[in-house]
């Protein structure tokens, strides 16, 4: 059984482009998170989603960044006109179920640098 | 506001004695508690969690014990083991607000001495 799986793990970007991460959660997984990790910090809650809606975004900065989670294919997170703070490393989680007392299982991450 | 705190950046312990990672939170509304492990390069990995209406649960070498009136949790590893090594993240979740988001502390580094 896979994974979660992210792709590209690492990702270049000068300032002003667009940023893409995807994200595939676990099979039998219809939950997804997506938080980011500064350096030096702990990791960062930014939007949960289900298939086609946006449960909660609350930590996710009201401008340049998006998220979807569309009926079939992955999860994307965009950042548009990337800025070098977008520097981070970027996190989804997948669990089966929805609510607190069900563990969240990560992916690898996307390691993104704004240059 | 740091909402769940890891004061210790670090930990350095010998192999074969007892780690212990702390970790203390400050909303009351936190109703589960979980530590994840993570590698350099690598997602977090679950390691266990304990659910407000315990006071501690084991998982083999792993034991989490909640201190609800402190609002101060630890993990116990004993015997540490050199695989062990790691940046080890407390988080916390409450299942009243709808919001599922964990929220982490900023992590303590354990360091297995051989």
């Known amino acids: 059984n896979a994974g979660v799986m992210q792709n590209p793990r690492h990702l270049v970007r000068r300032r002003g482009q667009e940023a893409r991460l995807r994200c595939s959660p676990m099979?039998?997984?219809?939950?997804v998170y997506w938080y980011r990790q500064l350096p030096e910090e702990g990791l960062k809650f930014m939007v949960y989603?289900?298939?086609?809606?946006?449960?909660?975004e609350s930590g996710m900065p009201k401008e340049r960044f998006s998220a979807e989670f569309p009926k079939e294919g992955p999860s994307i997170l965009r950042i548009q006109q990337v800025v070098r703070g977008d520097s981070a490393a970027y996190f989804c989680a997948s669990s089966p179920l929805q609510g607190a007392f069900y563990e969240q299982y990560f992916g690898p991450g996307t390691r993104l640098t704004v240059t | 506001d740091q909402q769940v705190k890891q004061n210790s950046p670090s930990l350095s312990v010998q192999e074969g004695r007892i780690s212990i990672l702390n970790c203390d939170y400050t909303n009351s509304m936190f109703d589960y508690f979980l530590w994840y492990k993570k590698y350099p390069a690598e997602g977090p990995t679950f390691l266990i969690s304990?659910?407000?209406?315990?006071d501690k649960n084991e998982d083999g070498r792993f034991t989490v014990f909640l201190n609800k009136s402190a609002k101060h949790l630890s993990l116990h590893i004993v015997p540490s083991q050199p695989g062990d090594s790691a940046v080890y993240f407390c988080?916390?979740?409450?299942?009243?607000?709808?919001?599922?988001?964990?929220?982490f502390g900023k992590g303590t580094h354990l360091i297995i001495q051989p």
């Open positions: 099979k039998g997984h219809s939950h």
């Open positions: 304990i659910s407000s209406i315990k």
């Open positions: 988080a916390a979740s409450f299942s009243g607000g709808g919001a599922d988001g964990l929220t």
């Open positions: 989603l289900q298939k086609e809606n946006i449960i909660d």
